[in-house]
């Protein structure tokens, strides 16, 4: 059994807009709204340098320590036909 205190919440993902693209975290990872993205990042600080190596540049918020991070992609956006096409077969 659980327990779960009073002052105890979940963890909120607030989302972020970087360079005109939202980021928004889930506790899956994080995505972005660039077009033809359909991947999930581990970190907010990937989603940046993902929007950063699309657009060029390092925008505003492109500090070297972000950038020496890197981007590490963990999985895929489902796409909206996917769970049926799995479930027929």
Do not use: C, F
């Not at 925008?59 to 999985?75: E, F, H, L």
């Amino acid at each position: 059994m659980r327990v779960v205190w009073k002052d105890s919440k979940p963890k909120n993902y607030k989302p972020v807009k970087y360079r005109d693209h939202m980021i928004y975290g889930s506790p899956e990872g994080w995505t972005t709204t660039i077009p033809g993205d359909d991947n999930i990042y581990a970190t907010h600080y990937d989603a940046l340098n993902a929007i950063d190596a699309a657009l060029g540049g390092t925008g505003q918020m492109g500090s070297a320590k972000r950038q020496k991070y890197g981007i590490k992609i963990v999985g895929k956006k489902r796409e909206a036909g996917d769970n049926k096409k799995k479930a027929r077969a």
